[in-house]
């Protein structure tokens, strides 16, 4: 299917999609992309690191100097608070039983890349990025998202890649995506899509 008008920005891989190119309608690879988000991590003493997390909640606190918070299995993880924190920029939890994002997450400015990938998500919100300036790469695939929220009329988000793959969404309407204008990477191979409204 075409989309006319996709975004302001440069879209480098979509998945599933065709996009046009001022008057020629193409398939765009993600070949750039990928089909997630990249999981090459260098060992550090700054990140907070966990094979096996076998609690119902997690807290993230204000007066750590952890860069990074890595959750790689989680499965009874349902609530995840976050304090102001500064120094955070990556957060990633995988395998876990989250149903939403962490309201929390506003909390850590400086965030550059999150990843929630193999839980229970049902609904994103683009709302919770609102106060993420240099958030740059957002990993939710192997979710259940069947909804996506568009944020305030006005608001920009600073997202450049967004991994949806393998979740439940139908419908992927341009409006709720007007406010990701630095997007280059847009992938939802594996999901429901029947409709793709400009």
């Given at each position: 299917?075409?989309?006319?008008?996709?975004?302001?920005?440069?879209?480098?891989?979509?998945?599933?999609?065709?996009?046009?190119d001022?008057?020629?309608?193409?398939?765009?690879?993600?070949?750039?992309?990928?089909?997630?988000?990249?999981?090459?991590?260098?060992?550090?003493?700054y990140?907070y690191?966990?094979?096996?997390?076998?609690?119902?909640?997690?807290?993230?606190p204000?007066?750590?100097s952890?860069?990074m918070?890595?959750?790689?299995?989680?499965?009874?993880?349902?609530?995840?608070?976050?304090q102001h924190?500064?120094?955070?920029?990556?957060?990633?939890?995988?395998k876990?039983?989250?149903?939403?994002v962490?309201r929390?997450?506003?909390?850590?400015?400086?965030?550059?890349?999150l990843?929630?990938r193999?839980?229970?998500?049902?609904?994103?919100d683009?709302?919770?990025?609102v106060h993420?300036?240099?958030?740059h790469e957002?990993d939710?695939?192997?979710?259940?998202i069947?909804?996506?929220t568009e944020?305030?009329?006005?608001?920009?988000?600073?997202?450049?890649?967004?991994?949806?793959?393998?979740?439940?969404?139908?419908?992927?309407?341009?409006?709720?995506?007007?406010?990701?204008?630095?997007l280059?990477?847009?992938?939802?191979?594996?999901?429901?899509?029947?409709?793709?409204?400009?």
């Open positions: 299917m075409a989309v006319h008008k996709f975004f302001h920005s440069t879209i480098l891989a979509i998945n599933v999609l065709k996009c046009t001022k008057v020629h309608t193409m398939p765009l690879v993600s070949k750039v992309c990928g089909s997630q988000s990249s999981s090459l991590l260098l060992e550090t003493d990140a690191t966990t094979q096996s997390y076998d609690q119902r909640t997690f807290t993230i204000d007066n750590s952890y860069e918070y890595l959750l790689n299995s989680a499965p009874l993880l349902r609530y995840v608070f976050i924190n500064v120094n955070v920029i990556f957060i990633l939890i995988d876990c039983s989250l149903v939403s962490p929390t997450i506003r909390n850590v400015p400086h965030l550059r890349r990843t929630i193999s839980c229970r998500i049902q609904h994103l683009l709302n919770d990025f993420l300036p240099i958030l957002v939710f695939n192997h979710n259940q069947v909804t996506i944020p305030p009329a006005g608001a920009v988000l600073a997202i450049h890649r967004l991994y949806l793959t393998y979740n439940k969404i139908r419908q992927l309407d341009m409006n709720v995506l007007h406010a990701l204008k630095e280059h990477c847009l992938v939802v191979d594996n999901n429901r899509i029947e409709e793709f409204p400009s």
